[in-house]
Structures are given as C-alpha cells and as structure tokens.
C-alpha cells in the first residue's frame, strides 16, 4: 500500500509538472506567431564589375538619433522581447552571439578602414566601461572616489556614422548606395566631470557582416504592426535622415574642417545637390 500511494503521488507530481510546462509553452503574447522576419533571408547584393561602375563617390553621413524620423533607430531605451534598438541589437551579435566583428579607430582615433579588430576582452572593457563617482562615506560624512561599472546604454548612443559608396552602374543604368560600414557615436566628455567634449566614434562594424543580424530584428512601425521592415531594410530603403559629414576630395579633410555651424549644414546640403544633379543630368527626357 505505501508502494501504491508513493507511486501515485509521483505520477500525480509528474501530471503537475508536465500541465505546468504545458501551460508555459502555450502562453503566446500576441494574436498569432510572428515568423515572417525571423525567418527571411538577406538580398544579396547583385554582382557588381569594377568594369561596369562608370562613377563612384564615397561619402561619410552621420544620423542624428535626435531627429523624429531617426527615433526608431533609437527607441526603445528599454529593450523587450518584441522590440529592440540598433544598439541593443549591435550588443546581441557582439557579445552574446560574436556573429559580428568589432573594429578599433587605430592609435590616432581616425581609423575607418577596419585594421584594428578588437579583441573580446577590449569589446567587453569598451562596451561595460569602469567610471569613477563620489559616494558619501556613511562613517566620516565626506565623498570619497569608487570605482563603478556602467554598461553602455542605448540612450548614451546620440548618432551613427555611416561610409558608403555612391555608384553608379552602367551595366544596369543605375544608381545605388551601398553601406560599408557604421559606427555607433557617443558623447565624449572631460575626464572626471560632466563638461561635453565632443561626440566619438566607438567602434566601426563593417555593414555587409551585419546584414544578417539586422535582417533579424523588426524596426517599429508607426502605420502597421503586421508590416514592420528590418534594420537592414530600413537602411537599404534610405528610411532616415542623414547630413553628410565628408566627402571624397584631394585634401581628405571634413566639412567641419573649412565650415561650422549654419555653413557646414548649408556644404552637406550643396553636397546632396550635386549628387542629385548628376544624376539627372545622366538621362534625356
């Protein structure tokens, strides 16, 4: 008889258990499974001749996450299941998955060409930096100095910059944009206060390795939720706004280096103009 009810008990428990999993497994928060993104694979590029490129201009941009049509390259802070930012999702395929590299700015903090990848303990000191604060001793009432980790937040990302490559390809009559690479930019300030010093580059990622990762998480839409395009086509669509920061020239200097304020916005707008027509000016009509 104790057999018996021992062996009913741990049936018993294992029916709890196994209607307990179950219950767990059938939870679905939403009205039906999304599969559609997750599972869609990336465009590859179409196969592009040096022979075929007829006109090539690289162009540096900078995305200010501030403005509206950015926000969703920013938002949200707080990450969720269903959504997430760039940056939270640049810190997925860094330090969770590795599926991308990260590459250092060089001993003159103005390298983009991707010579120095970084290591993971240097990705790690990077994205989860050490950040001296004054904490009260509750002894002697003064404030003393602690040493204290802050990761990175995606709400200290206030931009990204982007290289790419305007090309035009006579083999199929058109022009194109293709991203090499993007660089998350962080407010720099001086050491041991809070006064700005300026905006920096963290780290470049070169933009054809990221495509796959981009490709798998869903930027908001304000118009459709059932609509919702990827990271990566939300950069292949040109859907934000840019202001171009460097150009191609003999001088391999920046706007900001012959124009400020008002007249450096007024350059980057000269440069699209251009852009534009010659563009135009390729077609007769």
């Known amino acids: 008889m104790n ?3 021992r062996f009913n008990s741990l049936l018993l428990a294992m029916m709890v258990s196994v209607s307990s999993f179950a219950q767990v497994q059938t939870v679905l928060d939403g009205a039906y499974v999304r599969e559609h993104n997750p599972t869609r694979k990336v465009i590859p590029y179409p196969n592009l001749r040096e022979a075929d490129v007829m006109w090539s201009r690289r162009m540096w941009e900078v995305i200010d996450l ?3 049509i950015n926000q969703p390259l ?9 959504r997430k930012s760039l940056f939270d999702v640049i810190r997925i395929g860094l330090l969770e998955e590795g599926s991308i590299t990260a590459y250092g700015l060089g001993p003159a903090q103005d390298d983009d060409e991707f010579h120095y990848a970084l290591s993971q303990d240097s990705l790690e000191s990077m994205m989860n930096p050490t950040k001296t604060k004054y904490v009260e001793n509750p002894i002697t009432q003064e404030l003393e100095p602690k040493e204290v980790i802050e990761p990175l937040k995606s709400s200290d990302v206030m931009a990204y910059k982007i290289k790419e490559d305007w090309i035009f390809d006579k083999q199929r009559s058109e022009r194109y944009v293709r991203i090499i690479g993007i660089a998350p930019v962080i407010n720099k300030y001086v050491e041991g206060s809070s006064e700005l010093k300026g905006q920096v580059e963290l780290f470049w990622l070169y933009y054809p390795e990221c495509r796959y990762l981009f490709n798998n998480y869903d930027v ?9 395009p990827t990271f990566d086509q939300m950069f292949q669509m040109r859907m934000f706004q840019g202001y171009i920061v460097k150009e191609d020239n003999v001088f391999n200097r920046q706007v900001s280096d012959y124009a400020l304020g008002i007249d450096g916005l007024l350059e980057s707008e000269r ?3 251009d852009m534009f027509i010659m563009e135009h000016d390729l077609w007769h009509y």
Do not use: C, G, W
């Not at 920013?74 to 269903?82: Q, R, S």
């Not at 908001?220 to 919702?228: E, G, I, W, Y």
């Open 220 to 228: 908001f839409n304000a118009h459709n939720n059932s609509q919702q």
């Open 74 to 82: 920013y938002l949200p802070v707080d990450a969720t299941e269903a």
């Open 271 to 273: 440069i699209k103009n």
């Open 66 to 68: 501030r403005q509206k």
């Open 3 to 5: 057999a018996r009810n």
